[in-house]
């Protein structure tokens, strides 16, 4: 008996240690190098062209934003657009966030790596300001119990991959261009 015990015990820590392997590759698409960040940590500069691939960030890896054309910090509030990242038990949740009162510094997109189904799987993106795509500030995660397996798939701007073994692109300025200034 202990041995099973023991044997299910490293089943469930393999199973975990699958799901939050995701991988999350980010792409510079915009005019220019911007700087990455990750959380509040600055991973350095992306050339036009480049991707940087990020891996073991855990469930929770914080925003994936840049400060370049206009993105900042002030009063220790963030002021750019950002894409997040939310683990429930066994799929994961994917949201973009833009400033109500401010224009996006750059347009972003988060594609999962498996196909749109049902309303799943759907590309999120927000290229100019006001996309109704993006919530306009971080939405908050609460629930102590998943939705049933079987739910309908969110509404944006929330979006949700029910597939194991998620894997995310993140791409700033999906359309190649600064988004267009109010």
């Known amino acids: 008996m202990p041995r099973i015990i023991h044997l299910l015990a490293q089943l469930l820590a393999l199973s975990v ?41 855990g469930p929770d890896a914080g925003f994936f934003y840049t400060t370049t054309n206009g993105g900042k910090t002030s009063s220790g509030q963030l002021v750019a657009t950002r894409a997040g990242f939310y683990f ?60 049933p397996a079987n739910g309908p798939a969110p509404n944006p701007p929330l979006y949700q991959c029910k597939e194991p073994r998620t894997n995310f692109t993140i791409t700033f300025c999906p359309s190649g261009r600064w988004p267009k200034k109010l």
């Open 17 to 57: 240690a699958v799901v939050y392997a995701q991988t999350y590759i980010v792409r510079n698409n915009c005019p220019r190098p911007i700087d990455l960040f990750i959380g509040e940590a600055s991973e350095g500069t992306l050339n036009r062209g480049q991707r940087v691939v990020k891996t073991g960030l």
């Open 88 to 147: 429930e038990p066994n799929y994961w949740y994917y949201y973009l966030v833009r400033d109500q009162d401010q224009p996006i510094n750059t347009g972003i997109s988060v594609k999962p790596n498996h196909p749109a189904s049902n309303g799943f799987c759907t590309v999120a993106a927000c290229e100019q300001s006001g996309c109704d795509t993006a919530f306009t500030s971080p939405p908050v995660f609460h629930s102590p119990v998943p939705p």
